[in-house]
């Protein structure tokens, strides 16, 4: 038996956010993936559709994030009902279609952001018996597969919304980060892609000491400077000294869009995720706005390629469940 279509949101974030290699991450507003799941009565995640991909990924529900994450919510159903999979006895299913809202491959959280939906829809269709806590894990689970590592700091502001801290493996501890009103972000995408597993595979296993000391004082500075309002702390404190000295190699334009992003009285500019996106960090949407238009002109001149960006607070509201007829 089919239950009606339950569609959820899950909205694109910012990773990293300079010093936070794999901790820190926040949701924005308007861009994002759509979700709709039914259960069926063949066991397992099915996917049915996927739109806004241009065919680029995979339709089977095993190597696609939504489709991993919606599986993981049917397992973690199963244990509660007490069912037993290695006996045979996962008769629930579920179907899916998966609109994407973003870009591949942009450093925008695209993958996560498919695992979040699918995990909140599946959920939802089945009952909504799982924690939070537990549906991130199964969107974690979705990220394993698509870059090769279980990092959270995408999927964790794409769930619970706001700025958030993410430590620990498997299901990390998420704190959430003040945000001093009107924090905003302007947002560029170079039309190149950035394959997330491929750019982590960059970066090696060892970072020199000196640059570790150099980072998590950083980030430290970068809570403090939430946790008080103070902007120049803030500004201090987003500086990437590990990922993106490595990986704007591969971003065409970089150090003009960032150089542009802070003359225009950007906060800091660094790589959204593992890029190609650069963020902007911005006391208010105007001042967003004239960032924007600053690092767009900048890649302009100084490369052949085209970008796309908009501007967005951070977004307080994380992955939900839509009405029927609504709009994220
Ligand atoms: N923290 C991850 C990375 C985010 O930088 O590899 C990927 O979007």
Request: net charge negative; with cysteine.
């Amino acid at each position: 038996m089919t239950t009606p279509w339950i569609r959820a949101f899950a909205p694109a974030s910012v990773s990293n956010v300079g010093p936070g290699f794999d901790t820190f991450g926040f949701a924005v507003e308007g861009m994002g993936d759509l979700v709709a799941a039914r259960t069926s009565s063949i066991p397992g995640a099915r996917l049915l559709e996927i739109t806004g991909d241009d065919g680029s990924l995979p339709r089977e529900a095993a190597k696609n994030t939504a489709g991993i994450a919606a599986s993981q919510v049917l397992d973690r159903i199963a244990a509660l009902d007490g069912r037993d999979k290695a006996n045979g006895e996962d008769g629930v299913g579920v179907e899916l279609r998966l609109e994407k809202g973003m870009p591949l491959a942009s450093g925008l959280g695209s993958s996560a952001a498919s695992a979040v939906a699918a995990a909140v829809a599946v959920n939802a269709a089945l009952g909504g018996h799982l924690s939070q806590e537990t549906l991130l894990h199964c969107a974690i689970e979705g990220e394993r597969i698509a870059c090769g590592a279980a990092h959270g700091d995408n999927a964790a502001p794409s769930l619970y919304g706001g700025f958030v801290l993410v430590r620990g493996k498997g299901t990390p501890r998420i704190d959430p980060l003040p945000v001093p009103e009107g924090l905003s972000c302007a947002i560029l995408r170079p039309h190149v892609a950035v394959q997330t597993g491929a750019a982590r595979a960059l970066l090696g296993d060892h970072i020199p000491l000196a640059n570790a000391i150099t980072q998590w004082g950083h980030a430290a500075a970068l809570v403090a400077g939430l946790f008080s309002g103070d902007y120049e702390l803030i500004s201090s404190a987003i500086h990437d000294v590990v990922a993106e000295p490595v990986r704007r190699e591969w971003v065409p334009g970089f150090e003009a869009i960032q150089r542009a992003a802070l003359e225009s009285g950007a906060l800091g500019c660094s790589l959204s995720g593992s890029g190609p996106s650069l963020f902007g960090l911005c006391r208010s949407q105007e001042e967003a706005q004239n960032t924007l238009a600053a690092m767009q002109q900048a890649l302009g001149s100084a490369t052949d390629l085209r970008g796309d960006g908009f501007v967005s607070v951070v977004g307080a509201q994380g992955a939900r469940v839509l009405a029927a007829g609504e709009k994220p």
